[in-house]
């Protein structure tokens, strides 16, 4: 059943593929968010729910899945992904907009690398408080940042500004080439903020800093400088599948200046890699993840599954599976869907579980600092929806670990399945406007729409995962774009669109 499903979905991306073709021209599907959020969707549902059942790769966290858990989890997100083309399929075709007339409106580069640098500056203070605390450098090991976030929100938002700034300042980087001496100034503080990054990067050991930057500038030249639609269909395609395939390589990067400590294994495991268990006569790299079948008992791994994951269990081949379980630990999404089906009580999965509070905090809240809120809880927004989900990672031990529950996860939480069919649709919608808007590139107008765009691709990852906790990223994104380009550039973002 789970290959009829890998089949049907890989099937379902070639027909959007070519319906979306009947719409825009070859480059400009590859560019587009829904191709660009179909693809992500792929990976973290269907694929991954394959790839678990083969016994090929393992869960982030313990958890016992079932076969028809993870075979309905699959399902519904073809509906919500559906859901989600329908919405943006009600728009009109995807043709850039006419310039606006507006000659009150002009990039000053200054202003742009002046809220840069102190957002850098801000950065620094950060590290000052975090890394560099003792005098020396003491990078974050593996995901230890998350406890030290607990009640230090405000602090470590300072860490991740300057990337928002970096983003939002790419429209003056690449309109501002007459003015001469602002531009290189511009350009000079743009580069070392790009520096700064990778050094972040390994001080918070997170893979989404260093490489953010470059993928917005890069797809910001795609739409307005790339002329040829053959090669810039070449080069979009190889761009967004590089943010996958490049995750192995961050990984080294991430942990350049934290190794992590090797495994021990346990006696009975000897035999094979110590990354690995035993599923009856066959090894498997799935010591988190356990699999029922309809009897309750845990599935047999035979035939070709067996021989795959009997090699990857050959310490001679850690150099290949590693990179395979680190895109597919960041990418998959289905094991907590199918967790969430197996927990949700039928009136939750029709009328929802908190009502929207996680919303509220993912949205808003999240960003009250705590020294004005002193009730504000230890556990909100999509962290609550997984502790909700996995109570026993909460037990006798800090968390170190976040689990985005998915975009599906989240729309039910709130108010069950009618929420996800409308939020499903509004997303659609979204992604559409989104679209004319990168293509309208940085013509008199755009510059401000042409950020969001590019702020929605860059975070398109977040959105898959966390639904609306990419709120946290786009909020403090708009508020940048109205310290850098002023209230007159700030207006064109609400500006009528018609899509």
């Known amino acids: 059943m789970m290959t009829k499903l890998l089949i049907l979905s890989a099937g379902f991306v070639v027909w959007l593929f070519f319906d979306l073709k009947k719409r825009a021209s070859i480059d ?15 990976l973290a549902f269907p694929l991954h729910a394959w790839l678990l059942y083969q016994g090929w790769v393992d869960t982030q966290q313990n958890v016992v899945l079932t076969e028809g858990a993870l075979t309905a989890a699959v399902l519904l997100s073809i509906v919500s992904l559906l ?11 995807f043709q850039p907009e006419q310039a606006f007339k507006s000659k009150s409106f002009s990039v000053k580069p200054e202003r742009v690398s002046a809220v840069l640098m102190v957002l850098m500056v801000l950065a620094v203070f950060f590290l000052s408080q975090t890394v560099f605390e003792q005098g020396t450098f003491t990078p974050f090991i593996g995901n230890d940042q998350n406890e030290s976030r607990l009640g ?19 429209p003056a980087l690449l309109t501002s080439g007459q003015q001469k001496a602002q531009w290189w100034l511009l350009l000079l503080i743009f580069v070392a903020g790009l520096v700064f990054a990778l050094f972040m990067g390994i001080a918070l050991t997170s893979r989404r800093v260093i490489v953010l930057p470059l993928f917005a500038l890069a797809l910001a030249r795609l739409y307005t400088y790339s002329k040829h639609p053959n090669v810039r269909a070449v080069l979009g395609a190889t761009l967004l599948a590089s943010t996958v395939l490049v995750t192995p390589a961050l990984q080294v990067v991430r942990y350049i200046a934290t190794p992590q400590a090797p495994i021990e294994r346990s006696i009975d495991e000897r035999s094979i890699a110590d990354y690995c268990r035993w599923v009856g006569r ?16 845990e599935r047999t791994i035979s035939g070709m599954s067996a021989s795959i994951a009997k090699k990857f269990c050959d310490e001679s081949n850690y150099g290949f599976l590693m990179p395979v379980q680190n895109i597919a630990s960041s990418y998959g999404l289905v094991d907590h869907l199918a967790t969430f089906l197996n927990k949700a009580a039928p009136s939750e999965m029709i009328f ?17 600092p705590r ?44 108010f069950g399945f009618l929420s996800l069919l409308i939020v499903c649709f509004g997303l659609g919608r979204f992604l559409a406007l989104v679209h004319v808007w990168l293509l309208s590139g940085l013509q008199p107008g755009n510059h401000i729409r042409f950020v969001v765009g590019l702020s ?37 973002l609400f500006s009528r669109s018609k899509v």
């Open 282 to 297: 066959t090894p498997t790299p799935q010591k988190t993840v356990i699999i029922l079948d309809a009897k309750g008992a």
């Open 371 to 414: 020294v004005i809120w002193a009730e504000k809880p230890l556990h909100y927004g999509s962290v609550a929806i997984q502790k909700w989900m996995y109570p026993e990672m909460y037990e006798d031990k800090p968390v170190t670990m976040t689990l985005p529950p998915s975009f599906v996860v989240d729309f039910l939480y709130g």
């Open 352 to 368: 929802g579980v908190d009502h929207g509070i996680a919303w509220s905090y993912n949205m808003v809240l999240s960003m009250v």
């Open 152 to 170: 230090n929100g405000p602090l470590f938002m300072l860490s991740e500004l300057f990337i928002y700034g970096l983003i939002v300042a790419i």
């Open 456 to 492: 929605s691709m860059a975070y398109m990852f977040n959105l898959v995962r966390g639904g609306t906790g990419f709120f946290q990223v786009l909020i403090p994104i708009v508020i940048i774009m109205f310290l850098m380009y002023g209230a007159v550039g700030f207006r064109e």
């Open 83 to 93: 859901v989600v083309y329908f919405g943006m399929r009600t728009g009109r075709s």
């Open 28 to 42: 400009n599907v590859i560019l587009s968010p829904m191709f660009y959020f179909t693809g992500l969707w792929f």
